[in-house]
C-alpha cells in the first residue's frame, strides 16, 4: 500500500472478483458511501484506477424538493422579465 496523504486515509486493501463478466471491487461501509452512489472510473497514465463521485443532478435527487421558487421569485424578483437598462438591446 501507497503512504496516504494528509487528507486521506487508508481503508483497506482489497482484491477484485468477477460476477458475470464485470470485475468487483468492494467499498467498506466505513467508507460512508450510500447505496446506489455513482462514481465515473478514470484510468490514469501510470495504470492506477480512480472512482470520482458522478455530480449529482438536484432536480432529480430531491435536493430541491423543499425549495418554494415562487417565494424566491417574489423576493429577489425575475431577472428574466426585466426591461433592459443598458446597450443589452443592441442590434449589430
Do not use: C
Not at 464485470?22 to 467499498?27: Q, Y
Not at 497514465?45 to 417565494?71: C, K, M
Request: proline fraction near 7%; charge should be negative; charged fraction near 25%.
Amino acid at each position: 500500500m501507497t503512504k496516504p496523504l494528509p487528507s486521506e486515509r487508508i481503508l483497506g486493501e482489497f482484491s477484485t472478483r468477477k460476477t458475470g463478466n464485470s470485475l468487483i471491487l468492494t467499498v467498506p461501509v466505513t467508507a460512508g458511501v450510500p447505496e446506489g452512489q455513482k462514481f465515473i472510473l478514470k484510468a490514469k497514465s501510470d495504470g492506477s484506477l480512480e472512482y470520482v463521485v458522478a455530480d449529482q443532478n438536484p432536480w432529480t435527487s430531491g435536493e430541491y424538493d423543499n425549495i418554494d421558487f415562487r417565494a424566491e421569485l417574489n423576493d429577489v424578483g425575475n431577472f428574466g422579465n426585466e426591461s433592459p437598462v443598458g446597450k443589452e438591446n443592441i442590434e449589430w
